[in-house]
């Protein structure tokens, strides 16, 4: 029979970590508690979290839900960043582990499919969304001002033949 606290902790789990569909698995164990404080205070920043959890009641949370493969990634000392953005957590998990040698990327789970620790390592190098935004509007923009510079040049040019024809005439 479960106790008491594992039932509410494997709810808390439900309701926190369960509800995004964007996780990624570290070990952090080995980090010191201003390093796991200063990467808490980034990912808040990037409206993300950071929960150290239990495997086994880890496992029984997401054993309802589409993330319940995950279970490869929960052996040995687990935390999970888990976000909105799948691209930010994974960058910012990545980021950890190249500052620090003590941690370690197992995976993830985003967007509904399981993730390894290279294909989150290929995620994290993604621009962010504000940047590919504004690169889809440039190419979006180079042929509508390519058709407003063609449309203007006959216009341009009656409007240079005008303009010399009156210099003519005023020349006379």
């Given at each position: ?15 926190s ?7 990624v698995?570290i ?6 508690s ?47 960043v ?5 691209v930010?957590?994974?960058q ?46 440039s ?34």
């Amino acid at each position: 029979m479960p106790s008491v606290l594992n039932t509410y902790a494997v709810k808390d789990f439900e309701s926190s970590v369960g509800a995004s569909e964007n996780m990624v698995f570290i070990d952090c164990s080995r980090l010191n508690s201003e390093a796991t404080y200063n990467f808490r205070k980034k990912l808040a920043a990037a409206d993300a979290k950071l929960r150290v959890v239990n495997n086994r009641l880890l496992k029984v949370a997401l054993c309802d839900t589409d993330a319940a493969s995950v279970s490869e990634f929960c052996k040995g000392p687990t935390a999970v960043v888990t976000g909105a953005d799948p691209v930010v957590i994974s960058q910012q998990a990545s980021d950890l582990a190249k500052a620090n040698d003590t941690v370690v990327v197992k995976g993830g789970f985003c967007l509904g499919e399981l993730m390894t620790d290279k294909d989150i390592a290929k995620l994290a190098k993604i621009p962010p969304r504000e940047i590919l935004l504004s690169q889809l509007l440039s190419v979006m923009n180079g042929p509508i001002t390519g058709l407003a510079t063609v449309l203007a040049g006959p216009i341009r040019g009656l409007g240079n033949v005008l303009n010399a024809i009156k210099d003519k005439n005023e020349e006379a």
